[in-house]
């Protein structure tokens, strides 16, 4: 099997999750104006979250952490993957039919464990109502995870990449053809989630199928293998639900606030777009390219992999936070506020952008450091770090909430996020040099700090300097894509010129996107 390229890998998954996040601001762009951040908003959100946080467990977490890096070490030994995989994905199928099943009935307990601020309120019966239709989408997209797994691991990641594409396609479409046909948006959106998990779901079929690996369901059967894969997948498993419950406080946390839960998910979308462009890119590439390292002993190979990812991670991260830090009010406005969206939910909105994006470095590091335990099968260190950020999380959303209203959230999340990776880089240490900073790494990252910090700078002149431009219907656009731009060229140039990022770095990168 041949080397994965890493920066290659970067650049196409990154690439296809750019058009993705792309597709995504386009989706929240017609919710806000549509919607705006009313009632019914909110409850589709929260239905909308029941799967997507299940899939945690059960997609690209738990059992995907577990899954990947065997499967990746049976595909470089040449030996039992198509079978392995097989039975994984018959398993995995018939515990999300039965789980599926379970929640159509629990729906409206689980709709209050997410919003209990909903309780008497019209938003509770809409929410579980759409959760009711929109939850058969975690059995669609946890299969259309492992299937993406396999790819991976297996150097195909386009098709994988691209998926996620699929979803907000689909979602546009039925909230551009309900408008156009008098029909409920909010309807429409609920019953395009599970639509869109079918169609990812034979997209990435059909992919692996091209590539030798045409996985049919069959009766589940507990192998030796599995018997492993579980109780690998266990301890994240428990780490995922640890994550989920850092978002459930912050949910919770927001739905005594009105307009709080769309608040929080406007903004978590800005900062998800170079959290998922760099951060998805990196946690899809490394895990496999580390399993496959380990398997064939290259420890040398393993520890570049680390340093160039987390390399990759800040060159792009640090800019991207800066800028969600010092301008986040213009890029609201442009982007969400019309229809539905105040000018008042532009500037609550913002306000969460820039706690959100002083905790974007450290959710990017923290999938350069994961995959260095994933891929020794050790995923019980994770969990138990998890839980000290749970701590911090709780103990801030909650504690906060009185003082800080719904922005409480948004720091207990921050904060956390900042402790989980201090911990687990600590941690790292003990598997020796893979997570030690090689010397390109330690001598390119002030220097990419100071590369963001005149972009930040130049940033903050440009908005002063625009004035009201960003709220003007007839040049709100181009003050927006001239205000990325400027910020772009004016890090770039002062990377360049530092020695942070050298010109051929730049060449093949170019070259190779």
Known sequence: MKPIRLLSAFLTVGAWTLLSRILGFARDILIAAYLGAGPVAEAFLVAFSLPNMFRRFFAEGAFNTAFVPMFSKRVEQGEGALGFARDAFSGLAGVLIVFTLIAQLAMPGLVLLMASGFAEDQRFDLAVEMGRIAFPYILFISLAALLSGVLNA??????????????????VA???????????????????????????????????????????????????????????????????????????????VASFFDGAVAWLNYADRLYQLPLGVVGIAIGVVLLPDLSRRLSAGDAVGGREAVNRAAEFSLALSL???????????????????????????????????????????????????????????????????????????????????????????????????????????????????????????????????????????????????????????????????????????????????????????????????
């Open 174 to 252: 039925m909230m551009l053809g309900a408008s156009a046909l008098g029909y409920d948006i909010g309807m429409a959106l609920a019953w395009g989630v599970p639509l869109a998990g079918i169609a990812q779901l034979v997209l990435l079929w059909s992919a692996a199928a091209r590539a030798g690996f045409r996985l049919v369901p069959a009766r589940p059967r507990l192998t030796p293998e599995l018997r492993r894969l579980a109780v690998i997948a266990f301890p994240a498993a428990l780490a995922g639900g640890v994550m989920q419950i850092n978002l459930l406080v912050g949910r919770q």
């Open 319 to 513: 800019p991207a936070a800066v800028a969600l830090i010092i301008v986040p009010l213009p890029i609201v406005t442009v982007l969400f506020e019309r229809g539905a969206f105040s000018g008042i939910d532009a500037a609550a909105t913002a306000q969460a952008v820039a706690v959100y994006g002083a905790g974007l470095p450290a959710f990017v590091l923290l999938k350069v450091v994961q995959p260095i335990f994933f891929a020794r099968e050790d995923t019980k260190t994770p969990f138990r770090l998890a839980v000290v950020g749970m701590v911090v999380n709780v103990a801030v959303a909650v504690g906060l909430a009185p003082v800080m209203g719904f922005l409480a959230a948004a720091l207990g999340t921050t904060l956390a996020a900042w402790v989980n990776f201090a911990l687990l880089w600590r941690a790292a240490r003990q598997f020796g040099d893979a997570a030690r900073p090689d010397s390109r790494l330690r001598r390119a990252f002030p220097r990419l700090a100071l590369a963001a910090f005149g972009m930040g700078l130049a940033l903050w002149a440009s908005v002063n300097l625009a004035g009201d431009a960003f709220v003007l219907a007839g040049v709100r656009y181009i003050a927006l894509a001239g205000l990325v731009a400027g910020g772009a060229t004016t890090y770039a140039i002062i990377a360049v010129a530092t020695g942070a990022v050298s010109k051929s770095t730049l060449r093949q990168a170019v070259r190779r996107g």
């Open 154 to 171: 297996t150097g195909r990641f386009v098709a994988a990449a691209a998926a996620p594409v699929v979803l907000n396609i689909i979602l």
